[in-house]
């Protein structure tokens, strides 16, 4: 699984996400102990992929639900709007506001 929690002598506490990404790139605990994981879905992009780049887990990693992406928008959305295609962070603020952090797009 490539989310795994571990004690402090090394030992698997708890792992997820087997089979759910392609190159998980962050991750990040919010105030609720919830995980969240950012993908960049293969080759480095997201772009053209269906797959849910920003997926949220439970302490428990169980799969609470997952999203964005541009195969999400509109062809009038994609004209003005710009996802993150090489998401590189991701934070959570106190306000469940969550904020992705992206390598700028030439």
Known sequence: APVMKL????????AFGAGMFIFPHKIYPDRDGNIWVVDRCAANSCVGSKLDPVMEFDAKGN??????????????????FDWPVQEHGIAVDNKDNVWIFTQCRT
């Open 63 to 80: 799969f609470i639900r997952g999203w964005g992406g541009t195969y999400m928008m509109s062809e009038a959305e994609r004209s003005h």
């Open 7 to 14: 004690d402090t002598e090394g030992n698997v506490v708890t």
